[in-house]
């Protein structure tokens, strides 16, 4: 059975920086990829960034580029999110889930299985 659990988050000002970390188990990086999704209160859940099975390639939400980066170390099965430059709108549970495909997408996280509890992420103003 495919889990992930998540933990890094925490309470920032504006303009700091957190790293969110995404262990995965019951799964490899071979065959599946690893996304961010996050969920503000009131708000729908939306895709922050992805990295595809074997590293072969990332995407990230127009809202979080160049802010954002996503990386991962296979020998300790984790996922990382370093997230700079911290907005107020970046608040909310942070959510990382694993796909079963070689490429990955934020447009949807249907695909992903495997969430963990979520880590929250508030930025103050």
């Known amino acids: 059975e495919v889990q992930l659990v998540e933990s890094g988050g925490g309470l920032v000002q504006t303009g700091g920086s957190l790293r969110l970390s995404c262990t995965l188990h019951g799964a490899t990086f071979d065959d599946h990829s690893i996304g961010w999704f996050r969920q503000a209160p009131g708000k729908e859940r939306e895709g922050v960034s992805c990295?595809?099975?074997?590293?072969?390639?990332?995407s990230y939400a127009d809202s979080v580029k160049g802010r954002f980066k996503i990386s991962s170390d296979d020998a300790k099965m984790t996922v990382y999110l370093q997230m700079d430059n911290l907005k107020p709108e970046d608040t909310g549970v942070y959510y990382c889930?694993?796909?079963?495909?070689?490429?990955?997408?934020?447009?949807?996280?249907?695909?992903?299985?495997?969430w963990g509890q979520g880590t929250q992420v508030s930025v103050s103003s």
């Open positions: 889930g694993a796909d079963y495909a070689f490429g990955c997408t934020i447009e949807s996280g249907t695909t992903y299985v495997g």
């Open positions: 990295i595809s099975s074997r590293n072969l390639g990332t």
